[in-house]
């Protein structure tokens, strides 16, 4: 996943959030078995997003593997500036 969206987009950093996080670590921490329905991911670009390139991310972090992705939330969304 990580590979397409460098060599597309020069990223080299994916982030895994919400109740993802503690669905990977707990297993990894407790030493059980990781089962997973799905995995929220959080990608950071340079530059406006735009629902084209959603969909275009979209594309490439699909697989066999990882199965399925969705970017049916997005939306523009207000950021503050740091």
């Excluded at 707990?26 to 997973?36: I, N, Q, R």
């Excluded at 997003?49 to 399925?68: D, F, N």
């Amino acid at each position: 996943m990580q590979g397409n969206l460098f060599a597309a987009y020069g990223n080299d950093t994916i982030f895994i959030g919400a109740g993802s996080s503690l669905a990977v670590l707990d297993p990894v921490c407790e030493g059980k078995e990781l089962t997973m329905r799905d995995l929220d991911i959080f990608v950071f670009l340079e530059g406006e997003m735009t629902e084209a390139k959603a969909r275009h991310m979209e594309g490439l972090l699909e697989s066999r593997e990882v199965g399925r992705c969705s970017a049916h939330a997005v939306r523009p969304r207000r950021r503050r500036s740091i």
